[in-house]
């Protein structure tokens, strides 16, 4: 596997297992804290930090076992995931009638802009294919 896309892999799993525990671990203390849009449970913050999680250790395992034949989640499948997992957040935050503060807008505007250019820049790499081992 190429250098570039390992670390394209890492970057990107990085980024995905770091928000995914914080979801996960604390869902009311991270909302609060980042001023992101509130909710009455901690389900679906805890269920998303568990995706963003599993994303980002499959990421690890692809990066990790390639040498080894080990497969875990492509950058083809995190390419399809950043770019519309991003355009999603930023449609909402576009178009979306979110009442949070301005700490909020800055964290999930700055989120899903790192998020769509990592999947760009997994794109323009085409680090999706594996020609070269």
């Given at each position: ?7 394209l ?12 525990v914080l ?5 009311v203390?991270i909302?609060?804290?980042l ?5 009455n449970?901690?389900?679906?913050p805890?269920i998303l ?7 980002g250790?499959a990421?690890?395992l692809?990066?990790a076992?390639?040498a ?5 989640l ?5 390419i399809v995931?950043?770019?519309i ?6 449609c909402?935050?576009i178009?979306?009638s979110?009442?949070?503060?301005l700490k909020g ?5 700055t989120i899903?802009?790192?998020?769509f ?7 323009v ?6 020609d070269e081992?």
């Amino acid at each position: 596997m190429k250098v570039k896309y390992k670390a394209l892999l890492i970057i990107d799993g990085i980024v995905n297992a770091v928000l995914g525990v914080l979801l996960l671990l604390f869902p009311v203390g991270i909302i609060d804290l980042l001023g992101l849009p509130p909710t009455n449970t901690n389900f679906y913050p805890s269920i998303l930090g568990a995706v963003l999680f599993g994303i980002g250790v499959a990421l690890f395992l692809e990066a990790a076992g390639f040498a080894k034949g080990i497969r875990g989640l492509g950058l083809g499948g995190a390419i399809v995931i950043n770019i519309i997992g991003s355009f999603v957040l930023i449609c909402w935050l576009i178009f979306g009638s979110l009442v949070i503060p301005l700490k909020g807008r800055i964290i999930l505007w700055t989120i899903g802009v790192v998020i769509f250019l990592i999947g760009i820049a997994e794109m323009v790499t085409k680090s999706w294919g594996y020609d070269e081992q």
